[in-house]
């Protein structure tokens, strides 16, 4: 089964950015459109950021001209650029795809002090 590896985040100041990375143990990201999704302390898991297959992407209001989502399509990593971070950026981020959804990996931590 594919499994899917966060890393990048960490604590930063407000106005900060973080680089997030996602690799998966298999090829499927050029297959399927893959998202970023993050979750706060005593909120729901919400999607942030999408690439589609043909590299469309998608953004939540909250983070629209902040952050970039970016793939390999021939590989097995997806990238998400996070600038002028807010405190309210803060949560665990996670990514799996869009859609025939696999496991959720473990996130990647990123919070952001005022």
């Known amino acids: 089964q594919v499994q899917l590896v966060e890393s990048g985040g960490g604590l930063v100041q407000a106005g900060g950015s973080l680089k997030l990375s996602c690799v998966a143990s298999?090829?499927?990201?050029?297959?399927?459109?893959m998202g970023w999704y993050r979750q706060a302390p005593g909120k729901q898991r919400e999607l942030v950021a999408s690439?589609?297959?043909?590299?469309?992407?998608n953004y939540a209001d909250s983070v629209k001209g902040r952050f970039t989502i970016s793939r390999d399509n021939a590989g097995n990593t997806v990238l998400l650029q996070m600038n002028s971070l807010k405190p309210e950026d803060t949560a665990v981020y996670y990514c799996?795809?869009?859609?025939?959804?696999?496991?959720w990996g473990q996130g990647t931590q990123v919070t952001v002090s005022s």
């Open positions: 298999g090829r499927i990201f050029g297959i399927y459109g």
């Open positions: 690439i589609t297959t043909d590299g469309g992407t």
């Open positions: 799996n795809r869009l859609s025939y959804f696999v496991s």
